[in-house]
């Protein structure tokens, strides 16, 4: 079975387009490229990849396509396009071409309109993914939770994958509107979680691994072993952690788990979910 990280980045730094990048994230302000990850995968054991859009355009997805086609460790892509566009099926049959292209992603956290996915426009979009093998990656906030539930619930059969926990505020140790939220969520078999991106919203300086306990618990209470996959988060995950560290959190977790389940988390649910 492979080992997957199943979620990181890849960019050419530009201090305009890729101004989330803040001054107190100085650690990532510059260039990160596959060449970049291969050492870092291959030092802890891991097959692949999937990266993931961290631009909402469609030369990101021309980008991170020809990085795969390069190496073959990036065993897919989770890319972008307009869902709310009218010629959104055209796309998708397009990006049907490429077998690195697995599924798409929007922003919405960071949407001003926080209930954008549940606009009909939007809902349109989702509505054709699977009839094209696409998956889709829901990037939110816990204030979010409730309209990703309405989401997901709207179409049964497409595959959903939660990114980042919803992104919990760690740091303040509150839980219980994300804890509730998570459980409506996995309610829902089509919905898988990816534990990720849990350094950067914790107390990026002084965190320890106890922090993470509690929120880990709710996700694997809530989706079981089969619907959890390991994603690093790379190269943001190292404002707040080295790469080895941040494994050091789920490794140290889920030893105690059985080998069958540790193989499906750190690699076989993510080789399911994207058809590796």
């Not at 309405?150 to 919990?168: G, M, N, S, T, Y």
């Not at 306990?213 to 952690?241: L, N």
């Amino acid at each position: 079975m492979l080992k997957i990280d199943a979620h990181n980045h890849f960019w050419k730094f530009d201090p305009v387009r890729d101004n989330w990048i803040t001054e107190e994230m100085s650690a990532i302000r510059r260039d990160f490229m596959p060449a970049d990850f291969l050492p870092v995968l291959q030092q802890h054991g891991f097959d692949g990849c999937i990266v993931v859009q961290s631009d909402q355009s469609e030369k990101e997805n021309d980008f991170q396509l020809k990085n795969a086609a390069q190496y073959d460790f990036i065993k897919g892509v989770v890319g972008w396009v307009d869902l709310q566009s009218p010629q959104v099926e055209e796309r998708l049959t397009y990006y049907r071409s490429f077998p690195a292209m697995k599924g798409f992603r929007h922003i919405l956290q960071g949407e001003a309109d926080r209930a954008l996915m549940l606009k009909p426009a939007f809902k349109q979009g989702v509505s054709l993914l699977e009839k094209y093998g696409f998956t889709y990656d829901i990037l939110i906030f816990p204030d979010q939770l409730k309209y990703a539930e309405e989401l997901v619930a709207a179409f049964p059969r497409q595959k959903f994958v939660i990114d980042h926990i919803a992104k919990p505020d760690i740091k303040a140790g509150s839980s219980d509107n994300w804890e509730k939220g998570i459980q409506a969520l996995a309610d829902h078999e089509n919905v898988f979680c990816k534990i990720s991106g849990m350094v950067t919203e914790a107390d990026r300086r002084q965190w320890r691994k106890e922090d993470f306990t509690p929120y880990i618990d709710t996700v694997v209470e809530a989706f079981g072993t089969d619907r959890i996959m390991y994603g690093s988060d790379w190269p943001v995950c190292q404002v707040a952690a080295s790469y080895s560290k941040m494994l050091g959190i789920v490794s140290q977790y889920f030893s105690r788990f059985s080998a069958t389940e540790q193989a499906a988390f750190f690699g076989g649910n993510a080789s399911s979910f994207y058809h590796i």
